[in-house]
């Protein structure tokens, strides 16, 4: 079982930027893809980004050119950059784990809202 913690969310401009983190510990050398996926109000879950074990990253369209993750395998953490948010950005960040047996771990969330 892998527990993820996410923190970093925040009220923020358009056009500003926020860094989130996500913790992971527990069984974590089962984790084969790490991922960021957001919910706006009344809206579906959607996938944002990914990193595979291998660090390969992949990207929704919409956060092409603005967002970035990225880990650090020491500390045993995801993060997203967040740049040149705009206010259809906002929505709760979930940080999602898959394992090799396609098992998915999810964290408690963490707010995002851009607005003047």
């Known amino acids: 079982q892998v527990q993820l913690v996410e923190s970093g969310g925040d009220l923020v401009q358009p056009g500003g930027s926020l860094r989130l983190s996500c913790a992971a510990s527990?069984?974590?050398?089962?984790?084969?893809?790490m991922g960021w996926y957001r919910q706006a109000p009344g809206k579906e879950r959607e996938l944002v980004a990914t990193?595979?074990?291998?660090?390969?990253?992949s990207y929704a369209d919409s956060v092409t050119g603005r967002f970035t993750i990225s880990r650090d395998t020491a500390k045993n953490t995801v993060y997203l950059q967040m740049n040149s948010l705009k206010p259809e950005d906002t929505a709760v960040y979930y940080c999602n784990a898959r394992d090799f047996w396609h098992r998915d771990s999810w964290g408690q969330g963490t707010p995002v809202t851009v607005s003047a």
């Open positions: 527990g069984m974590i050398f089962t984790i084969n893809v």
């Open positions: 990193i595979t074990r291998g660090g390969s990253t």
